[in-house]
């Protein structure tokens, strides 16, 4: 079972995204976190396959979580959601590893559905 762990600023739209892919039944949602230091935590402990990250977390953005992640080599894809078509947003994302980018607002179960199919 695919381990997914979500790293959101907004806990409605976390619990939302949460309950879509509970529903699907071939994954399971490792834990929530909204801020940078329990992400690394919660990376560290349950090492899970996908990580559904926002860019604007308490305490750091997005690109730090995913940057320590690389550098301690936990090897997991990220789907990163942001709120700018920055094309330097959009390339560094894709240097640290994102498989897609998606503005907010989006519907949690397209990234349920994307989250799932990686």
Do not use: H, W
């Not at 498989?99 to 349920?112: E, G, I």
């Amino acid at each position: 079972m695919k381990r997914i762990l979500i790293l959101e600023n907004s806990r409605r739209f976390a619990r939302e995204l949460a309950a879509c892919l509970e529903g699907r039944g071939d994954v399971a949602v490792c834990g929530t976190a909204d801020d940078d230091a329990e992400s690394m935590n919660l990376l560290r402990k349950f090492l899970p396959s996908t990580v559904i990250l926002s860019l604007r977390c308490k305490g750091a953005d997005g690109f730090s979580v995913m940057e320590t992640a690389r550098a301690q080599g936990m090897k997991c894809d990220f789907l990163v959601l942001g709120d700018t078509s920055d094309e330097q947003i959009l390339s560094r994302a894709v240097s640290l590893g994102a498989r897609y980018y998606f503005m907010k607002p989006v519907p949690a179960a397209l990234v349920a559905a994307r989250a799932a199919s990686l």
